[in-house]
């Protein structure tokens, strides 16, 4: 049996639009939170991590991708074949 396929994502540092997010949908696992966003008309996903003194460091994806394809991404990461 092979091993499942994991794609490695290329996250970006988070920058806020000045702009409220809307969460459409999030998930956490262990110490990462992800959240599939939109703010100001764009989709993205953010994921948090908080080191051991839980400082966050909030990093994105997606923003400027059509919606369909920050899905597909999303659903990636909610089935454990990205991260």
């Given at each position: 049996?092979?091993?499942?396929c994991r794609s490695r994502l ?74």
């Amino acid at each position: 049996m092979t091993a499942p396929c994991r794609s490695r994502l290329e996250w970006a540092p988070y920058n806020s639009h000045g702009t409220r997010s809307r969460i459409k949908e999030f998930i956490t696992r262990e110490s990462v939170e992800y959240e599939q966003c939109i703010e100001g008309g764009a989709y993205l996903i953010r994921r948090t991590k908080r080191n051991t003194a839980g400082k966050p460091t909030i990093m994105e994806i997606g923003r400027g991708l059509k919606r369909t394809e920050v899905l597909d991404l999303w659903k990636m990461i909610v089935s454990g074949d990205a991260g």
